[in-house]
């Protein structure tokens, strides 16, 4: 068996940040240093305007993109592409964010070819996934997850090149979380999957918990079996709450 992979908590800012919110960012490099976030690794996704900025500050904390276009450059107006995020320091990029498939009608394919732009440009890609309210009410989040999960990952997934983030759209920004034996459930799943395509990588692809995480519920979410950390939106934007949360694995 492999050993348990390095758990990750990333933090996803969306379209929160403005110059001064650097210094969240340097309160949470500094508790780090401390060693407050323990064995964890510890990535933030800025918007894109921060991150030459946030790379300059950073100390151990990886900085990520939170969307790529597929394409290696061109005539695609107000995108960015993976190889620009890599340029300016970043070494993840989050794709397929239930906010993008959302605004901006992502399909699994666009996803899929994002998450191999930022393979080309030498960045690991968070995959996100998750059902909405609708389909969990139907019994459907199994299979659009194994569904999500086998169109929007291109082949050739390793442990250091993927990360993938199971984010119901539902407990997104809302308060609300699933019951940990429904994260569980869901979890297993994806490991069950992960393992069947990938083989050993597959065992040690890390598998991030996303929505509602805070500092309250963050122990109990992270202790189910097959959590490798979390992918934080709001309790990200504040130093002390992320290093509260990320403060499990210390
Ligand atoms: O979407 C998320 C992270 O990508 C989760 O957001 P919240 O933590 O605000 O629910």
Not at 160 to 177: C, D, M, Q
Request: charged share 20%; aromatic share 4%; with cysteine.
């Amino acid at each position: 068996m492999p050993s348990r992979p390095r758990p990750l908590v990333a933090g996803n800012w969306k379209m929160n940040g403005l110059l001064a919110s650097l210094a969240e960012l340097v309160a949470i490099r500094d508790g780090v240093a401390e060693g407050r976030a323990g064995e964890a690794e510890v990535v933030i996704c800025p918007p894109a305007t921060l991150i030459a900025l946030a790379n300059d500050v950073r100390g151990t904390v990886g900085i990520g993109g939170q969307d790529c276009h597929p394409a290696l450059a061109g005539a695609h107006t107000g995108d960015l592409s993976a190889e620009m995020l890599a340029d300016l320091g970043a070494t993840y990029v989050i794709v397929g964010h239930s906010e993008r498939r959302a605004d901006h009608s992502e399909s699994d394919t666009l996803v899929r070819a994002k998450a191999q732009a930022a393979w080309r440009a030498g960045l690991s890609a968070i995959v996100c996934l998750g059902e909405t309210r609708e389909q969990r009410d139907a019994g459907l989040t199994i299979e659009l997850v194994g569904r999500q999960l086998q169109d929007s990952v291109p082949d050739g997934a390793t442990t250091t090149n993927l990360v993938i983030a199971y984010e119901p759209v539902w407990a997104i920004g809302t308060g609300l979380t699933p019951t940990t034996r429904d994260v569980a459930e869901v979890h297993a799943f994806i490991r069950e999957k992960l393992v069947a395509r990938f083989g050993e990588a597959g065992a040690a692809i890390r598998v991030l918990y996303g929505g509602s995480v805070k500092p309250d519920n963050a122990a109990e979410l992270m202790a189910v079996p097959n959590v490798d950390g979390a992918l934080v939106g709001g309790a990200s934007l504040e130093a002390k709450d992320f290093l509260a949360i990320a403060g499990v694995y210390a």
